[in-house]
């Protein structure tokens, strides 16, 4: 009996070596696994191969395997892999509810940051995207890899002038615009509502117009989601589906691909909603990108509007688009956090500086982007400056309960399941469930 139970544990652990993360050798190497959503492989000349061809370049001891997987339910497909003990030894993750909820699969980094760049190494990033990536007890558990602002829309000038219309500046010009394209057969304002993150942005932005301190003190359980400026975003989101500001059949449009193939690689349709990143329009290789960004006379505007009527834009929010992790069950956490420091360094500047994919997270990065268009550059220039004077506060809730309640109340908004006061307070019930 007991040589049985012996043989069983024996070989139980031979499984577990064999299906956890450890690093296979390969030629002499060691092998680390990287899985991420983001940065994508869109093809060969994707920037994330150039990143791990010069790493591996300059580190022939280490191979990195990529595994790319898409956006589309990629938190719970990683939920799952990391609780197999099949995950990989470095992935990332969203900030906010994601990065908290994961916590018991995230590394503890701080003594690998105070080793390799010092005890002053808080400085090497922004105040904003460090406070994302830190928990409860101050420790990092995470490295953030470039800065995204949400909130804004694009538009194609030209389009909108060949009907007759102008970038809109508030919301009824935004409702005007709107009628005239659908009334000339053309898509209104685009959005990707089938996904929860795009709706999530977008609806912050107008929380945050219509009082960015209501917003922020009801997500942190100081103040309700029952709150006047805050049922009055909520009127404005449901307004924009009840009134065709957002296309038809919006809930069960993606932003990717759907949406953004129609603006970026067609060119068929004159507005959609879309963060910061959507800047890499201007440095991708792609061949029906290159021919509407880049046409004759191209010009498309990256815009926010005053939706409350105050006067005033409404403001972006802000947060690292990826946070770099470390699997706590690696056997190779040396050789990854080499990779993980690569990343935020060289891989950064080329991700931020040639491919536009991020705005830099790392206080001491400089700006210096080579080669954009006219057009570019001056969408560039609009983000680079609402980043500096025009943020709300953080992109998301990170809260997942709280989190989920919301993008849920924004879908039955959306169709018109319920009205603004009742997904208040929906929203208020589980906020007051919510330990924060």
């Known amino acids: 009996m007991k040589r049985s139970v012996l043989y069983f544990l024996f070989l139980a652990f031979c499984l577990g070596l064999l299906s956890g993360c450890g690093a296979k ?15 994508a ?6 920037p994330i191969y150039q990143i791990i061809d010069s790493f591996e370049k300059e580190n022939p001891d280490i191979h990195v395997e990529y595994v790319f997987t898409k956006s589309v339910a990629y938190q719970e497909h990683m939920r799952v892999e990391l609780i197999d003990g099949d995950g990989p030894d470095i992935y990332g993750i969203s900030t906010g509810s994601a990065f908290d909820t994961f916590r018991i699969f995230e590394e503890d980094l701080t003594p690998f940051c105070e080793r390799e760049w010092g005890e002053d190494w808080k400085e090497k990033f922004l105040d904003s995207c460090l406070d994302s990536v830190s928990g409860a007890d101050g420790r990092i558990y995470g490295l953030p890899l470039g800065q995204t602002y949400a909130g804004y829309m694009w538009a194609d000038v030209d389009m909108l002038k060949h009907y007759g219309c102008e970038v809109p500046t508030d919301y009824q010009d935004m409702k005007k615009t709107c009628q005239t394209l659908r009334e000339n057969d053309q898509m209104p304002l685009a959005i990707g509502a089938k996904d929860s993150w795009m709706n999530l942005d977008m609806w912050m932005s107008i929380a ?12 942190e359980g100081k103040a309700s989601f029952e709150s006047a400026p805050i049922i009055e975003s909520f009127r404005i989101w449901q307004d924009c589906f009840v009134s065709g500001v957002f296309q038809d059949k919006a809930v069960k449009m993606p932003i990717y691909d759907t949406i953004n193939d129609m603006f970026q690689r067609d060119g068929k349709i004159p507005m959609i909603t879309n963060g910061s990143w959507a800047m890499n329009m201007y440095t991708l290789s792609d061949e029906r990108t290159r021919g509407v960004v880049d046409r004759e006379g191209a010009d498309h505007d990256v815009f926010l509007i005053d939706w409350n009527g105050d006067g005033k834009i409404a403001p972006v929010t802000a947060n690292p688009d990826v946070v770099l992790c470390m699997n706590p069950e690696s056997t190779q956490k040396e050789a990854a956090f080499r990779f993980m420091d690569y990343l935020v360094n060289e891989g950064q500047d080329l991700l931020v500086n ?15 982007v080579q080669g954009l268009s006219e057009d570019g550059q001056k969408n560039l220039n609009v983000i680079i400056e609402n980043g500096k004077n025009n943020v709300a506060g ?7 309960d709280l989190s989920l309640a919301v993008c849920n109340e924004l879908k ?3 169709i018109g399941k319920i009205t603004p006061e009742e997904a208040a307070s929906q929203i208020e019930r589980v906020s007051k469930e919510t330990i924060r």
């Not at 050798?25 to 940065?39: A, D, H, M, R, S």
């Not at 492989?41 to 994707?46: I, L, Q, T, V, W």
């Not at 040639?354 to 210096?368: F, H, I, T």
């Open 208 to 219: 945050a117009d219509c009082d960015k301190d209501a917003l922020y003190d009801a997500i």
């Open 412 to 414: 039955e908004l959306a």
């Open 41 to 46: 492989d869109y093809g060969p000349d994707s």
């Open 394 to 400: 953080p992109r998301g809730i990170k809260y997942e």
């Open 25 to 39: 050798v390969q030629e002499g190497k060691t092998t680390i696994t990287f899985q991420t959503w983001n940065p």
């Open 354 to 368: 040639q491919y536009l994919e991020y705005m830099p997270s790392r206080a001491d990065m400089e700006l210096n």
